[in-house]
């Protein structure tokens, strides 16, 4: 269901969060977070300019949060990489498809359930989870 541009992302900052207002290499994100570092370097771009993460240039420099970890939701995130498309209009553009379909219909409906779902869950809740485990990134 996601693209393979929000999950880089979603990972990404998920290891920022993890390190909240250190600035971390590229180097560093790609070893830690698995992406490639082409692909990195288009996501960070992507992030940056949504303004989730901020980019210093030079000695000390790298990426951070421009945020703070619990005003960054999943949908953000993906929002800024890759939004998720609702259906507003026949896909098929037939002319006698004034509103949706049906199954354009539940679609959209599965669509606006999962960007809620989304909404509701901020960075901050997935690195308090309960689990052991470190959300999206190997450290």
Do not use: W
């Not at 070893?31 to 949504?50: G, I, W």
């Not at 951070?64 to 999943?74: C, G, P």
């Not at 939004?83 to 049906?102: A, D, K, M, Q, V």
């Amino acid at each position: 269901m996601l693209s393979k541009t929000a999950e880089y992302a979603l990972r990404t900052v998920a290891c920022l969060a993890g390190d909240a207002g250190q600035a971390e290499s590229a180097d560093l994100l790609c070893e830690q977070t698995k992406v490639p570092r082409r692909y990195l370097h288009k996501v960070l771009q992507d992030l940056v300019r949504a303004e989730l993460v901020r980019s210093r240039p030079g000695p000390g420099g790298g990426y951070s949060l421009a945020r703070a970890a619990d005003e960054i939701t999943i949908l953000d995130v993906v929002n800024a990489v890759a939004p998720l498309e609702r259906i507003r209009h026949c896909p098929l553009g037939l002319p006698s498809h004034t509103s949706l379909c049906p199954l354009h219909k539940e679609l959209d409906k599965a669509y606006a359930a999962t960007e809620a779902a989304f909404a509701r869950v901020t960075i901050e809740q997935l690195l308090r989870s309960e689990s052991r485990i470190i959300p999206l990134c190997d450290v």
